[in-house]
C-alpha cells in the first residue's frame, strides 16, 4: 500500500525483480500501470485511496484476485511542511491519511492475518520522526508516533491470540523522496537506494522494530532520555 512513490515504490520493483507476486496499491493509476509493465502476469494492482471508507473492501478484492498474501506492507503516508504556519487543514489531513487511514488499512490486514489462519508478515513504514514531538511537524510526529504505538499493539494481540503474526515497524530516518520538500535538505538526509534496500531487508526478516541509518539510531536513542523540560528548549532545526 502506498507503492506508487518514493520508498514504497522501489520495494515493489525488488520484490517484482526478485521474482514475487506482488499486489500494489495506490491513487495513481499511472504508476500503478507502469509496474504491472514490469512483469504483467504476477503484478496486481488496485487503484485505491486509504481516506476511503470502501478502501478495506478494495484493498481485499485485490488480495482475493491475488490468491491470498503472506506479506502486508504500508507505505502510504504524507507530510506537508510547506507553510510554517501550521494551517490546520494540513494538519487534519496528516493525521487522517497517517493515522486514521493507516488504522483503517493496517487493521484491514491484521483481520485478514487473523481470519485466514496465514503465518504472514504485516510491516508498516512509520519514522524516526514519531520518536518525540517536533515543533515544525506536529501532526506528522504525533501521526508517526501513532502508527508505532498501535503496531505495538496488534503485536501484543497477536502475541496473546497466538496468530503467529510477525508485525514489523520499520523507522527510516530523512530520505530523498517525494515526500520531503524539493526546495529543502534535511537533518542527515540519506539516499533513498540505500534506504529503499534497508526496507525491502525489514520487510522480509525483521522481527519487531528496526530504524534505518546507523546515525539515526544513536540519534533517536540520545533522544528518547532527554527529560521533557529540556526537550521542549530545543529548537530542532530540520532542515537547511
Ligand atoms: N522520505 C522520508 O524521509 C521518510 C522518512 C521516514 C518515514 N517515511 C515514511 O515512509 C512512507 C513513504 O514515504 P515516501 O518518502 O516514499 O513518500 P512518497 O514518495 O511521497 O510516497 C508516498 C506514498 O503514499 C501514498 N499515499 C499518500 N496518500 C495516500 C492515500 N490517501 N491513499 C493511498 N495511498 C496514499 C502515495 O500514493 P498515491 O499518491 O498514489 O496515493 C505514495 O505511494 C510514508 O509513510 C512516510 O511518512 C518517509
Aim: hydrophobic share 40%.
Amino acid at each position: 500500500m502506498g507503492a506508487t512513490s518514493g520508498l514504497g515504490r522501489g520495494v515493489a520493483e525488488r520484490f517484482i525483480a526478485d521474482g514475487w507476486t506482488v499486489g500494489v496499491a495506490g491513487r495513481n493509476r499511472q504508476a500503478l500501470e507502469s509496474l504491472q509493465g514490469l512483469a504483467p502476469d504476477r503484478v496486481f494492482t488496485g487503484a485505491i485511496d486509504i481516506m476511503s471508507e470502501s478502501a478495506p473492501k478494495e484493498m481485499l478484492e485485490l488480495v482475493t484476485r491475488m490468491g491470498g498474501i503472506d506479506i502486508y506492507l504500508h507505505c502510504s503516508g504524507i507530510l506537508r511542511a510547506d507553510d510554517e504556519s501550521m494551517p490546520i487543514a494540513d494538519e487534519v489531513l496528516t493525521a487522517e491519511t497517517n493515522a486514521v487511514g493507516f488504522t483503517r488499512m493496517v487493521g484491514t490486514a491484521y483481520k485478514y492475518f487473523e481470519t485466514s489462519g496465514r503465518k504472514g508478515r504485516l510491516v508498516a513504514i512509520s519514522s524516526i520522526a514519531g520518536i518525540r514531538g517536533l515543533e515544525s511537524l506536529p501532526a506528522y510526529s504525533a501521526s508517526k508516533a501513532y502508527d508505532s504505538t498501535l503496531l505495538e499493539a496488534l503485536r501484543q494481540r497477536s502475541r496473546r491470540d497466538g496468530l503467529g503474526l510477525k508485525i514489523v515497524d520499520i523507522k527510516p530516518g530523512w530520505t530523498r523522496t517525494p515526500l520531503l520538500n524539493s526546495g529543502r535538505k534535511y537533518l542527515l538526509e540519506m539516499d533513498a537506494e540505500r534506504v529503499i534496500k534497508s526496507v525491502y531487508k525489514a520487510t522480509l526478516y525483521a522481527r519487531r522494530s528496526v530504524t534505518i541509518g546507523l546515525r539515526w539510531k544513536i540519534l533517536t536513542a540520545l533522544e528518547r532520555l532527554v527529560p521533557a523540560w529540556i526537550y521542549e528548549r530545543l529548537h530542532l532545526n530540520l532542515w537547511k
